[in-house]
């Protein structure tokens, strides 16, 4: 059994490495904006785990979403994606990062998720894993963006197996 759940972007605010983006609101719409400028930024979204119940470990996840739209410019490549598995060491408290590239496809304006439009980029986890408590994903968007090209993010989905 599946279940998923819809984060908008001020539940689960992503952070850039590089790259300006605003909070935003408008027309009662709330999203994540980047500045154009002829760059290529990486937004990190931290995924939250659901509540585990007393008889059932968390679920795994297996489809994040990402709600996006682009204007003025398209973008000059396909947006990739990297899930990165991150651990807590118990004994030293020191988090250790494991990055996996993950395919991931559009559903939206176009198939490569760069032209004006709206998009969902669709990253399916290739091995689904129940983690500890120990542990947590964060996905990494990267997007090469033309001078003009006008990047606003809306939030995920996030989709659980076994749930």
Known sequence: MAASRTYSIL?????????????????NILSF??????????????????????????PAVSVIECSYSVATAALDAAPTAVLNLCSK????????????????????TNTVGTAAGTYDAIVTITTPARLTDLQYYELELTFNAAATTVLKLFGISITHTGA
Do not use: H, M
């Not at 930024?41 to 995924?47: A, M, N, R, S």
């Not at 060491?89 to 939206?108: D, E, H, L, N, P």
């Open 11 to 27: 539940e689960n605010r992503p952070f850039n490495t590089s790259g300006t983006y605003t909070l935003t609101l408008t027309a």
């Open 33 to 58: 904006d980047k500045t154009a400028a002829d760059d290529t930024t990486v937004v990190v979204f931290p995924i939250p785990k659901l509540p585990r119940t007393a008889t059932q470990d968390d």
């Open 89 to 108: 060491s118990a004994t030293t408290k020191v988090t250790s990062r494991a990055a996996t590239t993950q395919a991931i496809t559009f559903a939206g």
